[in-house]
């Protein structure tokens, strides 16, 4: 089993910053990739962000590139997620998940490749 908990959620005005922590425990033993995703209000689940464990690659939502890094270390098994220059859109809940197994098709914008997800973080980006 495998347990994530994402932080650092909250309201911010538009322009400002965040920055979402995803702790992981339990079986840390096989990661492929973690990512980010998110779903605003009225909304389906979108893909935001994801990582390579290894780091060899980072992947970005169009909406998101430039504003978001995503980062991970992974002595402390803990996935970053650092928006910038928020607006008002970007409000949602973002989820972490992790993939375990990876696969010759890895996809890390779809949703179904990821094995285990936290609970969210509710993000608040005021006009």
């Known amino acids: 089993q495998v347990q994530l908990v994402e932080s650092g959620g909250g309201l911010v005005q538009a322009g400002g910053s965040l920055k979402l922590s995803c702790a992981r425990s339990g079986r840390t033993s096989n990661t492929y990739a973690m990512g980010w995703f998110r779903q605003g209000p009225g909304k389906e689940r979108e893909f935001v962000a994801a990582?390579?464990?290894?780091?060899?690659?980072?992947y970005y939502a169009d909406s998101v590139k430039g504003r978001f890094t995503i980062s991970r270390d992974i002595a402390k098994n803990t996935v970053y997620l650092q928006m910038n220059s928020l607006k008002p859109e970007d409000t949602a809940v973002y989820y972490c998940?992790?993939?375990?197994?990876?696969?010759?098709?890895?996809?890390?914008?779809?949703?179904?490749?990821?094995?285990?997800w936290g609970p969210g973080t509710e993000v608040i980006v005021s006009s």
């Open positions: 998940a992790v993939d375990l197994s990876g696969g010759s098709n890895w996809n890390p914008l779809r949703d179904y490749e990821y094995d285990y």
């Open positions: 990582i390579n464990w290894s780091g060899s690659g980072r």
